[in-house]
């Protein structure tokens, strides 16, 4: 990520990091518009699931992304909260309520998961970035990718987190995509506004890329045998990045879609603007026979 931040930027920043300028109301007559239009979300949502012939799905699911523009354009849509559809599908919101995004995934027959989103600024006046989920075409590689003009790795977002570097805000975004075949990937994905709207890869982990070792890594990826599970999450109480350490069960590193958890727990620490590794961050105790478990 580039050091220096132009003026247009830092005004794009501003603008996003402000507080509302606007009266944080809805007008009740915008209110029952939002209730009518939401109920409408829901039974498209649900089409865009669970319709029976799968290939139709991708047509509910543009259906379901037109529905929700339009609704998103009342004024003051960023304090509607989606209560129902939000039972449907993700809305997540950064921990500085900078801003919020909307995404989904939908199985259209016998072609990958496809991801959908889109990232809402707290505006009176719709401002929505929409998002391309490019994860079809990025295999190698995906932890040096930088994505911008709308392009992104398709995911679900369960948690986002803030810092600052150099001055600039960089967001870390929690995601799940199980759209591959073989395994699923959890990543720990940058996103940040600059003048280009916004991008998502900065090199804030202190890992060394496999492709250019005088480089560091842009994104983090977890990725794991499909029919297993593997945790990675913020642990406030250490406030650390905790996440399972992973290994082949067929002593193959090359081949992610062997990994399972090992048992151990490895994770990251911010620090000196960056999220710095930690091997072993939780002791685990090998037993002997006779030896029982205690706290």
Not at 138 to 149: A, M, P, Q, R, Y
Not at 222 to 241: C, R, T
């Amino acid at each position: 990520m580039n050091r220096t931040v132009s003026t247009l930027a830092l005004l794009f920043l501003l603008l996003i990091n402000a507080k509302f300028a606007f009266s944080q109301e809805i007008a009740p007559q915008d209110m029952e518009k939002f209730k009518k239009m939401e109920d409408s979300l829901v039974v498209t949502a649900d089409s865009m699931y669970e319709a029976f012939i799968p290939d139709t799905r991708i047509m509910y699911s543009e259906r379901f992304a037109r529905q929700l523009v339009r609704t998103l354009k009342i004024t003051n849509s960023y304090l509607y909260k989606f209560d129902t559809l939000s039972k449907l599908i993700n809305i997540i919101y950064a921990d500085d309520n900078a801003f919020r995004i909307f995404n989904w995934a939908v199985e259209p027959g016998n072609i990958p998961k496809r991801y959908y989103g889109a990232i809402q600024l707290p505006q009176p006046q719709l401002k929505l970035i929409g998002l391309n989920d490019c994860s079809a075409q990025v295999d190698k590689g995906l932890e040096d990718s930088i994505f911008t003009g709308g392009r992104w790795f398709g995911a679900i977002y369960y948690r986002i987190m803030s810092q600052r570097v150099d001055g600039q805000k960089v967001y870390t975004l929690f995601g799940l995509n199980n759209g591959h075949v073989l395994s699923n990937r959890k990543v720990l994905d940058p996103m940040y506004f600059d003048g280009r709207g916004v991008t998502f890869g900065a090199s804030i982990f202190g890992v060394v890329s496999a492709l250019d070792p005088k480089k560091r890594i842009n994104r983090f990826v977890l990725e794991y045998k499909k029919s297993v599970a593997a945790s990675m999450n913020w642990d406030a109480e250490k406030q650390l990045i905790i996440f399972d350490k992973l290994t082949s069960v067929t002593n193959d590193p090359a081949r992610k879609y062997t990994y399972v958890p090992s048992g151990q727990y490895d994770g990251f620490i911010w620090e000196n603007s960056l999220w710095n590794y930690q091997h072993d961050i939780v002791s685990i105790k090998i037993l002997q026979d006779g030896e029982v478990p205690l706290e």
